[in-house]
């Protein structure tokens, strides 16, 4: 009992499995990692906070108590909980749908707090298989999109454009213009010099590195953290020579000093209402990006993710940024890359990392003062361009066109409209693609390979047995009321030819299931079937699908016809009692 | 050549085709059918007109053209097209929600116009397919609610109120109140009688009349011409006993003489636009109901529906119906069985039943005008109290949860809500709800009947052969998205209690299509498999999803995996390479 209890509580607190088999192998691994994740996250954090349309410190205090939260909640050893740049735009997308005058800032938390009540709904109802419904081609087109917003929105950073709060995609153009004409260029400079770093410190640095007898593990390690080299060296340059004041380079400022103010604002009813949609993809995409990472890490090393764990774990952290002034987090594909390859073992890293931003969004704030903002732009640029997967979408449409429709219509839906319009599109392209599919399944004859009890389908295999009066057909697809019109017609057209039939046997071999409008069918079909003299029977029928259709009217009014266990006993049962085959 | 065009011709006007053939014998049963017919249709277009809240005439002109366009356009012999009371009572729902002030009569014309080009779009497109969306459930809920209100929109009519344009469901108690208190007792006389009348002949008339030496299908005919008697009946008590303006018995009035204006007003964008909706769903819910009798009873004589050029037919037949001021018309249920078991064996039935109701409209229209609009009343609620199926929801249910889910949501939705919220609805739901089922796929555990080749679900079958070195599961669904995190899931923790295992076959007699989303999961499998030194096999993969998968990365880094023709294949070729069963 004892024990049951205690691995009750193991499952909603995973800390306690790996924290008690804790090791001082796993605690030198977990050292480095939450000391180069702190490295990174700190940039990254106040980048995702401009990028959100927030102030920076919205991304800092995301980067503190939610990854604390899920460190004690979540089922992943590695997985980075924080700040993320596609949460970062959808928020800034939702917050410039607001009705004007609404606080940022506050709705920014109350987003955070509502993606969190989400999950902890999904969880709690175990409902984490909803998220599936976000296909492959959906998140595909989703993410390419997301980041050519980013990097669009990005770019007056860049340039020091005062960036408007929220850039529409048909004002790009004209922004570009206006760039081009106010160009600030020691802005420029920063922010080519940055970009340039980055680029210099991501392949070549670690071949260089590599070449100087390093491991390619440790070279990886050191060249993810150039986001500090550059915002260092950036700031030296602004600090140094004055750009800010003397030259307009536009700077991060002053953030508060301390810890975030821990609480939060009751709204009222019209906004919960109105933030609600963007919370909910919000939380839906977040959730099935962190679980894909975890889950490709954990198969590593034969761990396993709970998803219904981790909706918990997400929902948690994200009500933790809610009321310590962060804003919506998830987990972020390359943080996570970057922890798990500096060495990362369990959570134990995380906790470090949270603690050292903690630090630093305590003491430091100061320095971070006249970091420019160009410095981040790049950061960011550079991180999310690796997201335009052009690559996976030719792949794609080369595999299924289906799959590249719903890739391309989610990709151009949230490029031109929207993130939540397009995400929407894609969901119902891929379920009404999905329905279309099964609405005309393959249909084939089968006859038997001579000599033995296999049946195949007559299109592909040469000599197979046949016989005039028996016509065995198998139905590859559920039966159901987006093709039952269609086998109705395509069944009756293949009888039509063949004047000496007396038996129709479906083979149901592929069939897994048969709801109301197919039964209404079938039993249509055998009355049809019967008024032309021809027997309807059923083969291969599989346990489920005769569990359900045993009771049914159906199977009791098909005598003559019979059920059979295998085509091979219809024919032999068939041919038997039948005139010879011809 | 010329015999091709020829066939050409004769699939875009099918009445070439029977026309060519007709025969005597044909000529005497479509005589009497189109007698019998036009003899019900006259009251009933004239009810029909009233309850879609128009002018009676609206429903009579729509039984003149029309049909006889479908005549020469359709391809079912016997179904009888015009107006009909499910596309009355969505027309009464449409005006209802117009804006103030807009002019009923020509709203519904137009209703008829846009219902006859999204039909002629749909069958130029050959997209008849989409219909099927429009589940059995779905329809079967729709029509049960349907009848209720178009029974309560009645009530005040065959009792004497003064009825409104259009009934919300939440006034019936108070209205039904109402009339309580200002009862008009003639109009409740001439109801109640006609209800009487109408139950009297149905069952109770035609056993009279099979008692009495006719034979069934002739006793049937003579009950379905009740409403003629009906009509009758009450028109002569009105005028012998001037109830109309001596007791305040509401009549039919006036009717226009002569044929209908045929002509059209060309509406403005916004007025199309907010009527497209409605008819959209009238033109489908139409069209699936069309296609169902026709087809039911086409399959009786081996004929053939073709779903496309039913929606050039029935396309054509509302342009009609908007040309010469008729409502939408779709084929009615009750009227083609009339038809039908009066002996129609051609559209030439149809024809006359048209020029026997166009010299009505022409010359008898002061006839009409007496015509109680309570017995009109009863014609309705006896007809489509049959339509609600109370057995089939229950069978539905017991059937299937989801099924039963369905045509709750859909019934509820359009009694408490409206037609089309209600129809969106159940759409929706059937969409989400089959996604749902696909995406917890049954899987199961295979093993060899000893001495075959048969593999069976280890659940089902005792003492079946197992190896500890291989595992054989079957998966019986597509993969694709919507399942393909829960497979991976499910297989792995079927590996995870196998410390022997070497071999996984993946059995794919069940999987009818593999998408990009599940290919991915496949690639995934595999690397996770080989970590934990097992081996991923596929075995009878189908023809149509092999041409699909050939090409991928899976199949090309499959090895040491392989793909067997069959599970057969697969134990002998790996258990005679792996250590021994156990």
């Given at each position: 009992?004892?024990?049951?209890?205690?691995?009750?509580?193991?499952?909603?607190?995973?800390?306690?499995g790996w924290g008690r088999a804790y090791t001082r192998e796993d605690l030198s691994g977990d050292l480095l990692a939450g000391i180069v994740t702190a490295i990174l996250l700190v940039p990254q954090g106040m980048a995702f906070g401009l990028l959100a349309g927030l102030p920076p410190q919205a991304g800092l205090y995301a980067a503190i108590l939610p990854p604390l939260v899920y460190a004690f909640l979540g089922t992943s050893r590695t997985l980075a909980v924080g700040p993320v740049s596609v949460a970062a735009i959808m928020v800034a997308q939702a917050l410039a749908g607001l009705s004007p005058g609404a606080d940022y800032v506050s709705s920014a938390l109350l987003l955070a707090f509502l993606a969190g009540i989400v999950l902890l709904v999904l969880g709690a109802l175990r409902l984490g298989v909803l998220a599936?419904?976000?296909?492959?081609?959906?998140?595909?087109?989703?993410?390419?999109?997301?980041?050519?917003?980013?990097?669009?929105?990005?770019?007056?950073?860049?340039?020091?454009?005062?960036?408007?709060?929220?850039?529409?995609?048909?004002?790009?153009?004209?922004?570009?213009?206006?760039?081009?004409?106010?160009?600030?260029?020691?802005?420029?400079?920063?922010?080519?010099?940055?970009?340039?770093?980055?680029?210099?410190?991501?392949?070549?640095?670690?071949?260089?590195?590599?070449?100087?007898?390093?491991?390619?593990a440790h070279a990886g390690v050191i060249g993810k953290t150039a986001p500090l080299a550059v915002v260092l060296v950036t700031t030296f340059l602004v600090a140094g020579f004055r750009l800010d004041a003397g030259h307009g380079v536009a700077v991060v400022g002053t953030l508060p000093t301390g810890l975030p103010?821990?609480?939060?604002?009751?709204?009222?009813?019209?906004?919960?209402?109105?933030?609600?949609?963007?919370?909910?993809?919000?939380?839906?995409?977040g959730y099935v990006e962190s679980v894909s990472i975890a889950k490709t890490l954990a198969n590593r090393h034969r761990q396993t993710i709970d998803p219904n764990q981790e909706l918990i774990a997400l929902g948690g952290a994200n009500l933790a940024a809610a009321v310590s002034g962060g804003m919506p987090v998830a987990g972020g594909f390359s943080r996570t890359m970057v922890n798990y390859s500096a060495g990362a073992r369990t959570q134990a890293a995380t906790i470090l990392t949270a603690l050292l931003v903690g630090t630093v969004a305590l003491f430091f704030t100061p320095a971070l003062a006249q970091v420019p903002k160009a410095a981040?732009?790049?950061?960011?640029?550079?991180?999310?361009?690796?997201?335009?997967?052009?690559?996976?979408?030719?792949?794609?449409?080369r595999y299924d066109r289906h799959d590249g429709l719903v890739l391309l219509g989610t990709f151009l839906g949230v490029l031109l409209v929207g993130i939540e319009a397009g995400l929407t599109l894609g969901v119902v392209l891929s379920l009404l693609l999905y329905v279309w599919r099964a609405s005309?399944?393959?249909?084939?004859?089968?006859?038997?390979?001579?000599?033995?009890?296999?049946?195949?389908?007559?299109?592909?295999?040469?000599?197979?047995?046949?016989?005039?009066?028996?016509?065995?057909?198998?139905?590859?697809?559920?039966?159901?009321?987006?093709?039952?019109?269609?086998?109705?017609?395509?069944?009756?057209?293949?009888?039509?030819?063949?004047?000496?039939?007396?038996?129709?046997?479906?083979?149901?071999?592929?069939?897994?299931?048969?709801?109301?409008?197919?039964?209404?069918?079938?039993?249509?079909?055998?009355?049809?079937?019967?008024?032309a003299d021809v027997t309807l029977h059923l083969a291969e029928v599989k346990g489920p699908v005769m569990d359900h259709l045993k009771h049914t009217a159906l199977i009791q009014n098909l005598a003559p016809g019979r059920v059979f266990l295998s085509a091979h006993e219809a024919v032999e049962t068939l041919a038997r009692h039948g005139p010879k085959p011809g």
């Open positions: 009992m004892a024990q049951r209890r205690h691995g009750r509580l193991e499952r909603l607190l995973p800390i306690l599936n419904f976000l296909s492959h081609p959906v998140l595909s087109g989703f993410t390419s999109a997301a980041a050519i917003i980013i990097i669009l929105a990005q770019l007056p950073h860049l340039l020091g454009l005062t960036m408007p709060k929220h850039l529409p995609l048909a004002d790009a153009p004209r922004l570009a213009l206006e760039a081009l004409r106010n160009l600030n260029l020691p802005t420029l400079g920063l922010g080519a010099l940055s970009v340039m770093l980055l680029l210099l410190s991501g392949r070549p640095l670690e071949r260089a590195l590599v070449r100087a007898g390093m491991t390619a103010d821990f609480g939060f604002a009751v709204p009222g009813l019209e906004t919960l209402a109105e933030l609600f949609p963007s919370a909910l993809l919000i939380a839906l995409v981040l732009a790049a950061i960011i640029i550079v991180a999310v361009s690796r997201l335009i997967d052009f690559h996976g979408a030719v792949e794609a449409w005309r399944p393959h249909v084939a004859e089968l006859g038997r390979l001579p000599g033995s009890e296999h049946f195949r389908n007559v299109k592909r295999y040469d000599h197979l047995e046949t016989w005039p009066e028996i016509l065995l057909l198998r139905v590859d697809e559920h039966l159901n009321f987006a093709n039952s019109a269609y086998l109705e017609e395509t069944i009756m057209e293949r009888v039509a030819g063949r004047p000496r039939l007396k038996h129709l046997v479906v083979v149901a071999s592929s069939i897994n299931g048969v709801d109301l409008s197919a039964l209404e069918m079938l039993g249509k079909l055998a009355h049809s079937l019967r008024l």
